[in-house]
């Protein structure tokens, strides 16, 4: 998909030949130029924070059993804990935790939290579910097509939805 600051600079050299630096600082098509810019940048943006979503469905792909899916919901919430050791490590004694030490520790609990009540992920024991993954292109509006499963810390698994919801 070519991107909007591309095409707007096509139609101000189409308009204007020449070079797109001679532009004035204020004019419409500099602040057309700008807005195209922006627009860009937050496509980017939203693009890479829905990358970061779908990362744990990567590694699903070649899990089966229920005993394998929690080993591996263990594995990815573990993933950060070589950053908060080395984190608590660099803290002197009685001094209080850094804010990126809180972030990380608030984002590891609410993982644990949820685990607790039931990880959200693909059903890996359904052979079409797994053929879906297989053939997966890594964006989150195409996993509609996909059965999902809750599986908790106790090893209990019960079905789920997509988009997924906070449910008991």
């Known amino acids: 998909m070519p991107s909007s600051i591309s095409k707007v600079t096509k139609q101000i050299k189409k308009k204007k030949p020449g070079k797109l630096g001679a532009l004035h600082e204020n004019s419409r ?19 890479a924070i829905r990358a970061k979503k779908t990362e744990p469905f990567r590694a699903y792909r070649s ?8 080993s591996l919901v263990e594995d990815f919430l573990k993933r950060d804990e070589d950053a908060r050791a080395e984190l608590q490590a660099k803290r002197r004694p009685g001094q209080p935790a850094s804010a990126g030490q809180d972030l990380l520790q608030a984002k590891l609990d609410m ?23 297989g053939h997966w292109n890594g964006e ?3 996993l509609d097509t996909m059965v999902f499963v809750r599986i908790t810390r106790a090893g ?5 939805q997509f988009p997924p919801h906070r449910e008991n």
Do not use: C, H, I
């Open 29 to 47: 098509d500099a602040k057309r130029l700008r807005r195209a810019n922006a627009r860009d940048d937050k496509l980017n943006r939203v693009a």
């Open 63 to 70: 899990m089966r059993s229920p005993a394998k899916m929690q």
């Open 111 to 133: 993982e644990q939290k949820e685990y607790n009540s039931g990880f959200w992920m693909p059903d890996l024991e359904d052979e079409s579910n797994v053929e879906r993954l």
């Open 140 to 142: 989150w509006n195409s």
């Open 156 to 160: 209990k698994k019960y079905a789920s």
